[in-house]
Structure formats: structure tokens, C-alpha cells
């Protein structure tokens, strides 16, 4: 065990401060080369004065690696309440009295976060923890934590200094006794799996090596090399295949430790949407040429279950062609893949082969066009109900599989209040996995199971819609899978939040504050910890998510500080329990521009600018000035640029408001004059944000100027409103 007494630094401005209290493998003192495979626990990191606290243990290879690198294995920022105004315990026990070794970690004597060697692999454990360790007390500022939790670089010239940290008592102690019997990994087998459809007409069945064989899987998110170390987990969740999207010379590390485990692998091959399946001979050609290469590659490995060729071609060919085309290039893939399960089938008589479709919409083509598959196969999620009777009246004559399934889809719920998909709750997305699987399995002698979506770790918007084990926390879903499947997962399950509301949801100042609640309860009396999220995807299409600025004033209760760019965006409650699991939930809400007192003197009136585009719309100088936030000027893509107004005589102003697009001036002068030719510059920064930037000045004159210097973006300069208040 290891424990410290710290306070936390409490500046006024801790932009780039970064505490810490480490744990770092003794190899690094003499080879710094040796990170991070030579472990590093963090038992107490935080970064930008947040009140919060994080706990990693970094091992493995970087960048990705067994342990995600560079992130870590790692609880996340997350409540830390009182933690910069007095003394706080943060404690890592290394408990070696089970065979899957763990590392606890605790503040003031409550789990936080904890990391088992079945998570990351055997080798990689013995790498990172058995071996002697120092411990690091450190206050570094600036670095990559800090600056990727505030999008930014720090610190800035806003940082207070004088922050310090304060370490009370640390002890380090040990307790002996007898070892359980080590982790190990199992042999990797050999010989290859024999795998057929067997039956008649609704009495089928799939059969391995001669036993009957029904798909409980998910489909496959990490990357192929760290596989070894997510295969325990993937059996204690009662899953017996994996599916991936394609198959090439990556693929062997994940064929081996399945079959390791005992678990069977979808083989994908991926053909491209909105090829050119008519004309284009070259394409297919060289892709059928290297499918059959691979198929003999790998055939006789015993993790292979079957060959599943493409993804979603047929639905999506409508985005790629219009007219007569589009049932053309449907017809020519269908034709395609029928070349390729031939091919397949020569070189490999001994496992199936498919074909995944986003809609059984599909199975027609396959049915006329493709009749040597084996079976069928589809993507299917709030539809998935219906599939049976799709089956049932399309007249098929070939069982299926369901390849992706879950939770409805971005594109399949009803929007909310502010015109963005309704995400369904963490319990509605629960019940979601629930319902497929029971829709799935329901279809006996037809459906041979399925393959839910997604095991995988991404944390953004995707992520937190689908994936059941985001940063490699464990959500309800995952154990509504778990228990599907027959799984034997801990028993320990995450928080539920049972209601989630914002004090404004339609119309938030840029910039300004709004509260959110969050009714969060865990079953087993676990503490719960928070942090909050935001997401832009309604906004500028980004999928990634960005540590929101708040305060904690109760449990579940927080203060925060919205966007300055204008749109929808969501804000996501995390909920952890110290335990790995936690609960999400996520809510929309609008930025608007802030309301100015005063008349807005510029509206209406004459506006002339150095550039602006007509390419791809009007973007000319007077859509800043008419009051229409839909509507927006646009400048050429130079660094120099300005934006004029006429506003008919002279007029003392008192304020600015400048509403940007995503591509906002970073460095820029507001400047008056009363003959449009000498100019007194009123207001002045070279660090500006973009979003809505509001100021007050202090001049009088006929015309106004903005005066811009520097780009934020690659782009032009884009205003939605260049306000002016006398």
C-alpha cells in the first residue's frame, strides 16, 4: 500500500497547473526509454485547478498498446470535493491475493478506480508491477494533460502563480502471506474449425466441428494487437464470437487469442461504398484477388467461424449514384459478391459465407443475384424486431445472422425540443441490447444469433451512443449483455442516473452559466464521482467530446459554463462508481447570443468589406449587419481583412458584439472614424476564442471598422453579426 496527505494547489487561475502523486517504475530513474512499460501508477493527478482527481496506471506500449496509451488505463477526472482547501488521503493498494492481481485506488478510504492484470495481459502486468517502484510528489505547469482538458495551450497569461503542493504524511507498507496460483494465458490451439449450415427450410442450424453452434457476440473495437488483453473480459460476458469489417495482415494476434479463449471470429472483408461496380474491372479484380489470398491465409485457423463479405454497400449506393444507376451498381455488387463466394468457397469449403447488408432491403438482390451465400446477414437496431417478419414474407430460402444490432440508432429516434436526435437513456439503452437479443435469438431455426455493436473504447459521441465499454468502463448495457449471454461479469454494476435536467435548454448565453442536475444512485452503495462532457456534433460535425468548465454545488448538481459558439451542442453527466462502471446520460441545450442592452445602430446599414465569397452562397459584407443569425459574411482566405459599416452620422457606441462562424478572427481592431479614412482604434486583442465575442468601448463616429489581423482557422473570416450599440 501507498498513501499520501495532500492538499491540492487552490490558485485563483489554475490554467496549467498539474499536481501529482505517482508511483514510477524503478527502471525509469536509469532509462527513461523504458515508458511506460515500466508502469507508472498515477495515484493522484488533476490539472487546471478543476477540483477533481484522476487515477491511471500507464503500462504497455505507447502510443495504444494493451493499456490505451497515452491516456492509461484510467478513471477519468471526476470529483474531488474540498481537495484544494484541505488535506485529502489518496491511497494504491497492489492486492496480490488473487490470481487476477488488481491495483485499488482510494481517496479518503473510498475506492475510485481500480485496474485488474486481466485487463491489460499477463506480460504486460508483470512489466508494469512487479518490479520496485519510486514515488514522485509534482507540481509541473503546462504540459499535454492540462492542455487537453482545456483545448488549449497552458498557462496563459490569466494563470495565478503561487499555487502549491502541499504533502502531509506518506507511508508505504507491505503484509505477507501465501500466493494464489498466478494469472496465465492458455495455449494458443491448432487445427482448423469445421463449420457448415446444416438443416432444411426454418430447421436450420450452424454447426461447429459437429455441435450446434448459436452466435452470442459483439463486434470487435479495439485494435487487433491488444487482443490478448480483452479476451478474459469478452468470456466473463458470456460472448463466443467477434465480428470484425475486414481481415488482412493485422488480423493474426486477434485469431489467436481467441482461440485461445475458446472464442470464434466473423471474418470481415471490406468492399467500398459507392464503388464503381459496373465499370470498374481493376477494382474488383485486385480486391477478389486479395480476399482469396487472405482466405488461404487464414483458413485453417481455429478461430474462424466464417467469411463475411462487405458492409452496407446495396443501402448505401443510393448516396453515391442517382436514377437508373443506382439499381444498376446494386445489381453489378450483388453480381460481384456472388463472384467472390464462389472464389471463397474453391479455396475454402469448410466455413460459410455471408454478406452484411444495413437492411434487409437487400436480401432480394442477394436472393436473385448472390445464391451460392450461405446465409444472409444484417445491420439492424430499432428495426431489428422486424426482421423476422421481413424473413418471413420475403420468402427466403437461406437462414441469417444479425451483424450489428442494439439500442436504436441516431437515425431512428425522434428529434427533441432543440431539432437533435433524443439519445436514449443509459436504462433505455440497456433494455434496447435487451430487446435485439430477444428479437434475435426469438427467430429459431432461422436466426443463428448475432454479433450486438460495439466493443469498443472510444469515449465521443459514437462511443457514448453505442459502446458498452467506453475507456473501458463498464456501462448497463454491458451487463445486460452479459446477462443475454450467460455471461459471469463482477457483481458489482454502475450508478443509475434516473433523471437528468438543465435550467435552460433552448436559449443559453454564449459564455454564460446554466445548471444541470442529475438524480444518480448506485446499487451498491458505491461513491459516486461526476464530471460532465460536451460534444459538438450538431454544431461543426466533430464527434469528439470536450471537458466542460463547472462547479459541483451538490450531488449530482453542477454550475456550468456553456460554449461560446452558437448551436446545439449536448452536455453528457458521467457518473462513476470507483469500480469501473459508470452511468451516462446526455441532454441538448442552444447557445444563443447574450442579449445587449442598447440599439443595435449598425443594423440595416450600408456595410462594405476587403473581400467576400459568392461561391458557394452570399456571403456579402451586409449579411453581418442585418440582424440574421442564420446569415453570415464571408471573407476571402487571408489574414488581412476588414469589414466595414456606415452608420449615416456620427454616433457614440458603447459596446460590441461580434457573433463568429467557425472561422473567427483570433487578433483584430475595432476602429471608429468620422471620414472613413483616419481611424482610432477603441478595442484591441490578438487572443481572441471565437463563438460570440461581446465588449464594451468607448468612441463616436460615423463609421466602424473591424480591422482583422490574424485568422483562428484555416479558413477566411466568417461573422454572423457584426453588432454595433449606441
Known amino acids: 500500500m501507498i498513501s499520501a496527505s495532500v492538499k491540492q494547489p487552490?490558485?485563483?487561475?489554475?490554467?496549467?497547473?498539474?499536481?501529482?502523486?505517482?508511483?514510477?517504475?524503478?527502471?525509469?530513474?536509469?532509462?527513461?526509454?523504458?515508458?511506460?512499460?515500466?508502469?507508472?501508477?498515477?495515484?493522484?493527478?488533476?490539472?487546471?485547478?478543476?477540483?477533481?482527481?484522476s487515477a491511471t496506471l500507464h503500462c504497455g506500449t505507447a502510443p495504444n498498446g494493451n493499456c490505451n496509451e497515452y491516456n492509461g488505463m484510467t478513471s477519468g477526472l471526476a470529483s474531488c470535493t474540498n481537495c484544494q482547501t484541505g488535506y485529502h488521503t489518496y491511497t494504491e493498494i497492489i492486492d496480490r491475493t488473487q490470481s487476477d492481481e488488481q491495483i485499488r485506488y482510494y481517496l479518503d478510504n473510498q475506492q475510485v478506480w481500480q485496474v485488474n492484470e486481466s485487463q491489460v495481459g499477463v506480460a504486460t502486468w508483470q512489466a508494469a508491477v512487479d518490479h520496485g517502484f519510486y514515488l514522485v510528489a509534482d507540481l509541473a505547469i503546462g504540459g499535454s494533460y492540462p492542455n487537453a482538458v482545456c483545448g488549449c495551450t497552458s498557462p496563459s497569461s490569466a494563470t495565478s502563480s503561487g499555487g502549491t503542493l502541499s504533502i502531509g504524511a506518506v507511508t508505504v507498507s507491505t503484509t505477507t502471506g501465501t500466493p494464489p496460483t498466478p494469472l496465465t494465458d492458455p495455449a494458443v490451439p491448432t487445427g482448423a474449425s469445421n463449420v457448415h449450415v446444416t438443416g432444411s427450410q426454418g430447421n436450420w442450424q450452424l454447426s461447429v466441428n459437429g455441435a450446434p453452434y448459436q452466435v452470442k457476440g459483439v463486434t470487435w473495437g479495439p485494435s487487433t494487437d491488444t487482443a490478448a488483453a480483452h479476451m478474459r473480459d469478452l468470456k466473463s460476458l458470456g460472448v463466443n464470437t467477434v465480428r470484425t469489417w475486414g481481415t488482412d495482415g493485422t488480423t493474426q494476434p486477434l485469431l489467436d487469442a481467441a482461440a485461445a479463449y475458446g472464442v470464434k471470429v466473423i471474418n470481415g472483408f471490406w468492399l467500398?461504398?459507392?464503388?464503381?461496380?459496373?465499370?470498374?474491372?481493376?477494382?474488383?479484380?485486385?480486391?477478389?484477388?486479395?480476399?482469396?489470398?487472405?482466405?488461404?491465409?487464414?483458413?485453417?485457423?481455429?478461430?474462424?467461424?466464417?467469411?463475411?463479405?462487405?458492409?452496407?454497400?446495396?443501402?448505401?449506393?443510393?448516396?453515391h449514384y442517382t436514377g437508373a444507376a443506382v439499381e444498376q451498381q446494386r445489381i453489378a455488387y450483388a453480381q460481384y459478391v456472388e463472384q467472390?463466394?464462389?472464389?471463397?468457397?474453391?479455396?475454402?469449403?469448410?466455413?460459410?459465407?455471408?454478406?452484411?447488408?444495413?437492411?434487409?432491403?437487400?436480401?432480394?438482390?442477394?436472393?436473385?443475384?448472390?445464391?451460392?451465400?450461405?446465409?444472409?446477414?444484417?445491420?439492424?437496431?430499432?428495426?431489428?424486431?422486424?426482421?423476422?417478419?421481413?424473413?418471413?414474407?420475403?420468402?427466403?430460402?437461406?437462414?441469417?445472422?444479425?451483424?450489428?444490432?442494439?439500442?436504436?440508432?441516431?437515425?431512428?429516434?425522434?428529434?427533441?425540443?432543440?431539432?437533435?436526435?433524443?439519445?436514449?437513456?443509459?436504462?433505455?439503452?440497456?433494455?434496447?441490447?435487451?430487446?435485439?437479443?430477444?428479437?434475435?435469438?426469438?427467430?429459431?431455426?432461422?436466426?443463428?444469433?448475432?454479433?450486438?455493436?460495439?466493443?469498443?473504447?472510444?469515449?465521443?459521441?459514437?462511443?457514448?451512443?453505442?459502446?458498452?465499454?467506453?475507456?473501458?468502463?463498464?456501462?448497463?448495457?454491458?451487463?445486460?449483455?452479459?446477462k443475454d449471454y450467460g455471461g459471469t461479469p463482477q457483481q458489482n454494476t454502475p450508478p443509475v442516473i434516473s433523471s437528468m435536467t438543465l435550467s435552460n435548454t433552448t436559449a443559453v448565453p454564449s459564455g454564460g452559466t446554466f445548471t444541470v442536475n442529475a438524480n444518480a444512485t448506485d446499487?451498491?452503495?458505491?461513491?459516486?464521482?461526476?464530471?460532465?462532457?460536451?460534444?459538438?456534433?450538431?454544431?461543426?460535425?466533430?464527434?469528439?467530446?470536450?471537458?466542460?468548465?463547472?462547479?459541483?454545488?451538490?450531488?449530482?448538481?453542477?454550475?456550468?459554463?456553456?460554449?461560446?459558439?452558437?448551436?446545439?451542442?449536448?452536455?453528457?453527466?458521467?457518473?462513476?462508481?470507483?469500480?469501473?462502471?459508470?452511468?451516462?446520460?446526455?441532454?441538448?441545450?442552444?447557445?444563443?447570443?447574450?442579449?445587449?442592452?442598447?440599439?443595435?445602430?449598425?443594423?440595416?446599414?450600408?456595410?462594405?468589406?476587403?473581400?467576400?465569397?459568392?461561391?458557394?452562397?452570399?456571403?456579402?459584407?451586409?449579411?453581418?449587419?442585418?440582424?440574421?443569425?442564420?446569415?453570415?459574411?464571408?471573407?476571402?482566405?487571408d489574414d488581412a481583412e476588414w469589414l466595414q459599416v456606415d452608420l449615416g452620422q456620427t454616433t457614440a457606441i458603447h459596446h460590441v458584439q461580434l457573433g463568429w462562424e467557425a472561422a473567427y478572427g483570433k487578433a483584430y481592431q475595432v476602429q471608429v472614424s468620422n471620414d472613413g479614412t483616419n481611424w482610432t482604434t477603441v478595442y484591441s486583442t490578438t487572443t481572441a476564442t471565437g463563438g460570440v465575442d461581446d465588449f464594451d468601448v468607448s468612441g463616436s463616429g460615423r463609421y466602424v471598422r473591424l480591422n482583422l489581423t490574424q485568422r483562428g482557422s484555416a479558413y477566411g473570416y466568417s461573422l454572423y453579426e457584426f453588432g454595433v450599440y449606441a
Open 10 to 53: 487552490n490558485p485563483a487561475n489554475g490554467l496549467g497547473y498539474w499536481p501529482a502523486f505517482k508511483a514510477v517504475g524503478a527502471q525509469y530513474r536509469s532509462d527513461m526509454t523504458t515508458w511506460p512499460q515500466m508502469g507508472e501508477s498515477d495515484i493522484l493527478e488533476d490539472v487546471n485547478g478543476r477540483s477533481q482527481l
Open 523 to 637: 446499487p451498491d452503495g458505491d461513491l459516486i464521482r461526476y464530471n460532465l462532457m460536451y460534444t459538438s456534433k450538431y454544431v461543426d460535425g466533430g464527434t469528439g467530446l470536450q471537458q466542460v468548465t463547472f462547479t459541483q454545488t451538490g450531488n449530482g448538481q453542477f454550475t456550468v459554463t456553456a460554449p461560446k459558439t452558437l448551436g446545439v451542442w449536448k452536455v453528457y453527466v458521467y457518473a462513476y462508481d470507483g469500480h469501473g462502471n459508470v452511468g451516462v446520460e446526455t441532454r441538448s441545450f442552444k447557445v444563443v447570443a447574450p442579449p445587449v442592452s442598447g440599439t443595435d445602430v449598425a443594423k440595416g446599414k450600408p456595410t462594405t468589406a476587403s473581400s467576400f465569397q459568392t461561391a458557394n452562397g452570399n456571403f456579402t459584407p451586409g449579411q453581418a449587419t442585418d440582424g440574421d443569425w442564420t446569415t453570415r459574411w464571408a471573407s476571402n482566405w
Open 272 to 319: 467500398n461504398q459507392g464503388a464503381d461496380y459496373v465499370n470498374d474491372t481493376a477494382y474488383k479484380t485486385s480486391t477478389l484477388n486479395s480476399i482469396v489470398a487472405w482466405v488461404n491465409a487464414y483458413k485453417n485457423d481455429p478461430a474462424v467461424l466464417m467469411w463475411d463479405v462487405g458492409n452496407e454497400v446495396i443501402l448505401t449506393t443510393q448516396d
Open 340 to 482: 467472390i463466394v464462389q472464389a471463397i468457397h474453391a479455396a475454402d469449403p469448410n466455413h460459410p459465407v455471408t454478406s452484411t447488408d444495413a437492411y434487409t432491403g437487400a436480401w432480394p438482390y442477394y436472393k436473385q443475384y448472390t445464391p451460392d451465400l450461405d446465409l444472409y446477414a444484417v445491420n439492424s437496431y430499432g428495426a431489428v424486431c422486424s426482421v423476422k417478419t421481413d424473413w418471413v414474407n420475403g420468402g427466403y430460402t437461406k437462414p441469417y445472422i444479425v451483424t450489428e444490432s442494439g439500442d436504436s440508432g441516431e437515425w431512428e429516434v425522434p428529434n427533441d425540443a432543440n431539432g437533435v436526435p433524443t439519445q436514449p437513456t443509459d436504462v433505455q439503452m440497456r433494455d434496447g441490447y435487451t430487446s435485439a437479443w430477444n428479437c434475435i435469438s426469438g427467430h429459431t431455426g432461422v436466426s443463428f444469433g448475432g454479433t450486438l455493436f460495439n466493443y469498443g473504447q472510444e469515449n465521443d459521441f459514437g462511443g457514448i451512443w453505442f459502446n458498452l465499454i467506453p475507456e473501458a468502463w463498464k456501462r448497463l448495457a454491458y451487463y445486460a449483455v452479459a
